[in-house]
Each structure stands twice: as C-alpha cells, then as structure tokens.
C-alpha cells in the first residue's frame, strides 16, 4: 500500500530547543495533516493544509505543504515538557476518496 | 457531545470470541472511517462511511472484519472469531466530507482490544 516516510523515528531535546520533522511521499497528496497524540489518547489535529506552498502556524507550530505536493513539515519553536508526545503525518491522496495515509510518528521527548 | 466517541474504551477477550466496537462520530459529520494502530505504529485504514454511498473496504484485513454504520450516526466494527494479531487500538475518525475532498478527521479516544 501507499507509505509515507516521517523521520526522524524519534527525539530527544532540551526544552526550549526547536524541533524540525518531516514526511515524504513518492505519491501526490492534496491535504497534509499533522497529528499529536498522548498515551492512552486519539491523535488530535494540530495543523491542515489543502495547498501546495501553504505555511501555517499554529502557536509554536509551523507547518508547510510541499510545492511538489509530495512532501511536509512540521516545526515546533521553544520546545517545553508538554510537547512530549508522538506526532504524525497523515495524507490524503490526490483523487481519493478520504481515507488518509499516516507516517510511523515522530516520538518526542523533552529533557526540562 | 462535543467529540467523537468510542466504547468500549477497553476490552480484552479471549481467542476465538467475537467483539463489536462502537463509535458516535461528531454530530452533522458525514464521513467516518475506522482506523488500526499497532503498538508503536501508526494508523492504518480499515474502512470508510460516506453518506448512503457503498464504504470502502479497501483497508478491511480478512472476512473477520465487517463494518456498519446506521445513516450518519452510529458505526459498529465487529471482529469474528479473534486472534492474537488483532490485538490494537482501533480509532474511529469523522469528518465533514466537504467537496473537493479537503477535509480534516477528528479522532475518538480508541479502543484498546486485547486478544488473550
């Protein structure tokens, strides 16, 4: 099936260090979504975007969708303990019918 | 409620038994999709409820998994006879389904299904 390649698998940085992680394809998508989830917890939406070149922040989160469409990342500025968490990329492909393709996540760790 | 939700939060059964999940996707949402996580993996896509259009079963594994969904509200998710490999979190997701297909999905909590 489709795969999406997120790196890196995980991370370790002290807090108020920046964090950069991403997610490539061999495929088109037409929306990129980033997703948090906690332990025990849904993924929860942190950031979406529907077009190419887009950049959109939320907070300290700063994503992009790749101008090839094939390809996004995510930033988190000033990171602090309650980062801690795994992220994930999700796609969606172009011409399909919904269901989103995830990354593996990035799992974060905060060092206070 | 304001959210997705989903019960059992947890189950544990045994080999072989049958188990049936629930998902209450968001009020007004009419697409909904079930998703499988493994342990330290991410989500893989099981199936997909578009209002009264045929789901997509693309991402069902075996004839052990079947999905319905009354309109567009309720979904159940039921495994027959289970084994040891479908111990996950199975998640479900809503969206708005809007035209063109940019759409966000909001997550449940997950069911946390263990198979002794």
């Known amino acids: 099936g489709q795969q999406l390649n997120q790196s890196p698998q995980s991370m370790f940085i002290q807090e108020g260090e920046d964090v950069s992680m991403n997610c490539t394809s061999s495929?088109?998508?037409?929306?990129w979504l980033w997703y948090k989830q906690d332990p025990g917890e849904g993924p929860v939406l942190l950031i979406a975007l529907y077009k190419a070149g887009e950049l959109t922040s939320n907070g300290r989160l700063t994503a992009q969708f790749g101008i090839t469409r094939k390809d996004s990342f995510l930033n988190i500025s000033a990171s602090i303990p309650s980062d801690v968490g795994i992220y994930f990329c999700a796609g969606q492909l172009a011409r399909s019918q919904g269901n989103l393709i995830f990354g593996k996540g990035t799992k974060l760790s905060v060092k206070p | 409620g304001a959210g997705v939700s989903q019960s059992p939060s947890n189950k544990v059964t045994e080999k072989g038994k049958d188990v049936e999940l629930r998902c209450d996707p968001i009020s007004g949402h009419t697409a909904l999709y079930w998703y499988r996580q493994r342990l330290g993996q991410g989500l893989e896509f099981l199936i997909y409820?578009?209002?009264?259009?045929?789901?997509?079963k693309s991402g069902l594994p075996s004839d052990r998994f079947s999905a319905e969904r009354t309109g567009e509200s309720v979904s159940t998710l039921t495994i027959q006879r289970t084994q040891q490999e479908d111990s996950a979190v199975y998640l479900c997701a809503s969206s708005l389904a809007l035209a063109g297909g940019q759409e966000t999905q909001y997550f449940g909590p997950g069911t946390r299904l263990l198979v002794l």
């Open positions: 495929s088109i998508f037409n929306t």
């Open positions: 409820f578009q209002g009264n259009s045929a789901p997509d």
